[in-house]
């Protein structure tokens, strides 16, 4: 579990930076072409707008991963430390099979675009990649099938599976308490009061 950690860890950083840079360098140099030059690419938008649902839906993996969702955990607190981290466990066996279900649903949808044979509005495959494996020059641009940039619902939803699974054996390990940050908004308002009365001391100072 740990090395395969690891491997998802480089896949979704790497994946997550390279769409990011992606996104942030077609929208950059669109905005000079059409505010400088008066022109622009027709397909940036559409290529954006993918990057950042790549970027989206791998990122929540990664926020499982690295523990940022945000929860509401007051109900569970009211119960003792067995009961807590039994409730936290069902809470996480209720998220994989949730996710699984919507993998299972995402799979469906993306092998019905792929055997309908629906393209992408404005992105079409290079060119120069269309000359080297067909063998000579197109009649006419080919279009992207769209099947390939809405494989993000899959690989992400897939990536998330995984993270509730290992967030699942590391909380029944004890390497892990919570699957959300559930007691962050307390930290942010105790700090807010802290400086609001700055003499009295915040739970937790030393005296």
């Not at 000079?32 to 970027?55: K, Q, S």
């Not at 099979?97 to 992408?120: C, D, F, H, N, V």
């Not at 099938?145 to 939803?157: E, F, K, S, V």
């Amino acid at each position: 579990m740990q090395r395969a950690g690891e491997v998802v860890n480089r896949i979704e950083e790497g994946a997550i930076s390279f769409f990011f840079a992606v996104m942030v360098l077609t929208t950059f140099v669109q905005v000079v072409l059409r505010y400088v030059f008066n022109t622009g690419f027709v397909w940036a938008l559409e290529l954006t707008t993918y990057c950042f649902a790549w970027m989206v839906l791998i990122g929540i993996s990664w926020g499982v991963k690295i523990n940022t969702h945000l929860g509401v955990d007051a109900f569970v607190r009211l119960f003792p430390g067995k009961a807590q981290r039994a409730l936290v466990l069902f809470g996480c066996l209720c998220c994989i099979a949730y996710a699984g279900i919507l993998l299972a649903g995402a799979w469906e949808y993306i092998s019905k675009i792929y055997r309908i044979g629906i393209p992408t509005e404005d992105l079409y495959v290079p060119r120069v990649v269309v000359e080297l494996f067909a063998g000579g020059e197109p009649d006419r641009p080919v279009p992207i099938p769209r099947w390939i940039p809405y494989a993000a619902l899959p690989i992400g939803l897939a990536l998330l599976l995984f993270r509730f699974c290992q967030a699942f054996w590391l909380i029944y390990t004890g390497e892990r308490k919570t699957l959300i940050a559930g007691h962050e908004v307390e930290e942010l308002a105790e700090e807010a009061q802290h400086r609001l009365v700055p003499d009295e001391p915040r739970p937790g100072d030393l005296r």
